[in-house]
């Protein structure tokens, strides 16, 4: 092991804010593990990635891997058999995450579990078999609860209402309107279209696992809901 690998070691395990959002991509890199760009680990240092057959293992581009997640390359249940049968049945199978997957807290993805790509993995899932491309899965065992257009189609009707939960009860935490930066990720139902609009307001547009650029763009194509921040205020204030 060089020393830079082992510094990012030392600093992802003992001093993990201070560590690069890469790090973690480069350990499993170093020991053979194929990681597309721009994928984030969240708190490595809680999750279990097997490394016993890394060549067994391929996770895509812009995916984000949440706390506490279990992926796995081996099953050794084989052992039960050896005792019993007096057997050694050897076990194999490639498990492939795909781009743009989303992996939700405390899931576990099982030997030769093949995800597609934009999926998202609710929290808690037991995941095997094949899953498509473009859907939402969720439970022991995971299933398809929803394709992503509906997935799309029922966030962008629940965006408002979650908007005005979000703005109401931070009032009620602090006293006050949020900024419009303090509006966090609902900013794009009221902010002018213009690169001065997002550098006056310091929205956050520079996401985890995402680009930068195409973020700007299209918002820049996109339609705000509402004129203004005011018009956004007013409307939530309605019945006040």
Not at 124 to 148: M, T
Not at 169 to 189: A, W
Request: charged share 30%.
């Amino acid at each position: 092991m060089n020393l830079k690998l082992l510094f990012i070691k030392v600093r992802l395990k003992y001093f993990p804010k201070k560590a690069g959002k890469y790090d973690f991509n480069k350990i499993l890199k170093a020991s053979g593990i194929e990681v597309g760009e721009n994928t984030i680990f969240y708190d490595p240092n809680s999750m279990s990635i097997d490394r016993e057959r890394p060549w067994m293992l391929k996770i895509g581009d812009y995916c984000k891997i949440t706390k506490g997640t279990i992926i796995l390359t081996h099953d050794y249940s084989r052992s039960v058999l050896r005792r019993f049968y007096g057997e050694i049945i050897g076990e194999a199978g490639e498990t492939v995450i795909g781009n743009n997957v989303f992996i939700g807290m405390n899931s576990i993805i099982l030997m030769g579990t093949k995800i597609g790509n934009n999926v998202i993995v609710g929290a808690g899932s037991v995941v095997s078999g094949e899953i498509p491309d473009n859907c939402v899965i969720a439970g022991n065992p995971a299933k398809i609860i929803r394709s992503l257009e509906d997935h799309y189609k029922k966030r962008k009707e629940r965006s408002l209402c979650e908007a005005e939960i979000y703005y109401r009860k931070f009032k009620e935490k602090y006293g006050r309107r949020p900024s419009v930066k303090e509006m966090g990720p609902f900013f794009p139902l009221f902010l002018e279209r213009s690169k001065d609009a997002i550098n006056r307001e310091n929205v956050n547009v520079n996401l985890n696992g995402d680009d930068m650029q195409d973020i700007i763009e299209c918002f820049l194509k996109s339609e705000p809901m509402f004129e203004n921040y005011e018009r956004f205020i007013n409307y939530l204030e309605r019945d006040d």
